[in-house]
Each structure stands twice: as structure tokens, then as C-alpha cells.
């Protein structure tokens, strides 16, 4: 088992409400990045924090935001929620400059009715 | 078409058999991982590996830069090896590529 985890494990918002899913990383990590799984689908990139920062970002909208806080620990936002941000949101940890292994959480399956 | 194909999509066999699933590439990358995806949606790291060969208990993994492709074998399969296998690349960009995965179910 890892040392990622993520909160809550499933949600479920109505359609323009906002979201904030919460992720723990992995001692030792100074990198979290977060990914978005439609069913049946391999995850998609949205964005990874370094040290606070977004370090590089996918295709999805400005109302996908997220922080990462001095612990390293990081919130993915989602605002105006609309029926296609149903998923499971995946966050990965890792130490990006020894690039090693990324640790998975167990995901947040967030349901948008 | 995807940076990243795996094949087949969906496998089945018995317990005991020799499993391969295979994964190509398209972009230059620095590391490529082989994930297990349970019911429920954890994924779990099973390799990360650059070059060469990499054996952990009845799973091997294999990677051939040159051709862009890497392979995942389970010997002596079993139903609990049932699960959603996934090859994610690390390209240039410091993110993860996944392919869409393999749902691999294994019957007694």
C-alpha cells in the first residue's frame, strides 16, 4: 500500500457546483500530479505541482485549478461542475528531480448528476 | 493515434497459462511503467524500467528502446492477476502517457 491517499474516496455534486478533491503524497515527494480516468478510458494528464508550482498543465479548462501546500499535499478544484467531469481523479506522487516511481492514491470517483 | 497502444484490449485465459500484453510508444521518453488497475480504481506501480529487463515474483517486464515497445508477461497466471494493466510512459514533459489498458481476466 502506498502512502498516497486521497479524500473523499466517492462524491456526488449537481451540475455548476464546485468541487475540491485532496490528495496526500508520499514522504519524500515533492511532486503530485493529477489525472482524470473516464470509464473505460486510461487516465489524462490535468496538471502537476513541484514545490507549490504548477509545473505543466493538459488540455483541460482555467475551472480545473489546484494548490499544493508546503507538506506537498495538494487539492485539485473543479468549478461550474458539468455531466462530462464525471470520473475517477487519480493523483500520482514522485521526487521529479530523481525521477523515480510515481505512487498512485486509490482515486476519487466523482459523480456530477 | 494514440502516443501510447497497447494490445490486445481485453484478454482472457485459464489459470496457469503465460500471459503477454504489449505496449508501443510514438514519442521519446525517459522511463515507461507498467500499472495494475484493480475494480474500484487504485492503480499500483508494478515496474518502472528504461532499458532492458526487469523480473518481480511471475511478472517480467521487458523494453526495447530502439522499437518503442515493452511487454509484460505473467507466468503461471492466476484469477487474482485479474485486473486492468496499464503502460504509462514518462515523456519530456515530466508527465505521465497512459494507454488505455488491458483488462486481463484470468478463470479457474
Known amino acids: 500500500e502506498t502512502g498516497v491517499t486521497q479524500s473523499p474516496t466517492h462524491l456526488i455534486k449537481t451540475r455548476g457546483q464546485q468541487v475540491t478533491l485532496r490528495c496526500s503524497s508520499q514522504?519524500?515527494?515533492?511532486?503530485v500530479s493529477w489525472y482524470q480516468q473516464a470509464l473505460g478510458q486510461g487516465p489524462q494528464f490535468i496538471f502537476q505541482y513541484y514545490r507549490e508550482e504548477e509545473n505543466g498543465r493538459g488540455n483541460f479548462p482555467p475551472r480545473f485549478s489546484g494548490l499544493q501546500f508546503p507538506n506537498y499535499s495538494s487539492e485539485l478544484n473543479v468549478n461550474a461542475l458539468e455531466l462530462d467531469d464525471s470520473a475517477l481523479y487519480l493523483c500520482?506522487?514522485?521526487?521529479?528531480?530523481?525521477?523515480?516511481?510515481?505512487?498512485f492514491g486509490q482515486g476519487t470517483r466523482l459523480t456530477v448528476v | 493515434k494514440n502516443e501510447v497502444e497497447q494490445s490486445p484490449q481485453n484478454l482472457t485465459a485459464q489459470e496457469g497459462e503465460f500471459i503477454t500484453i504489449n505496449c508501443s510508444y510514438s514519442?521519446?521518453?525517459?522511463?515507461l511503467h507498467w500499472l495494475q488497475q484493480h475494480p474500484g480504481g487504485g492503480i499500483v506501480s508494478l515496474f518502472m524500467?528504461?532499458?532492458g529487463k526487469k523480473k518481480h515474483g511471475r511478472l517480467i517486464a521487458t523494453i526495447n528502446i530502439q522499437e518503442k515497445h515493452s511487454s509484460l508477461h505473467i507466468t503461471a497466471s492466476h484469477p487474482r492477476d485479474s485486473a486492468v494493466y496499464i503502460c504509462?510512459?514518462?515523456?519530456?514533459?515530466?508527465?505521465?502517457?497512459f494507454g488505455t489498458g488491458t483488462r486481463l481476466q484470468v478463470f479457474p
Open positions: 514519442v521519446g521518453i525517459s522511463a
Open positions: 504509462a510512459v514518462d515523456g519530456d514533459t515530466d508527465k505521465l502517457i
Open positions: 514522504s519524500g515527494h515533492n511532486t
Open positions: 524500467l528504461s532499458s
Open positions: 500520482a506522487s514522485s521526487q521529479l528531480t530523481l525521477n523515480t516511481e510515481a505512487f
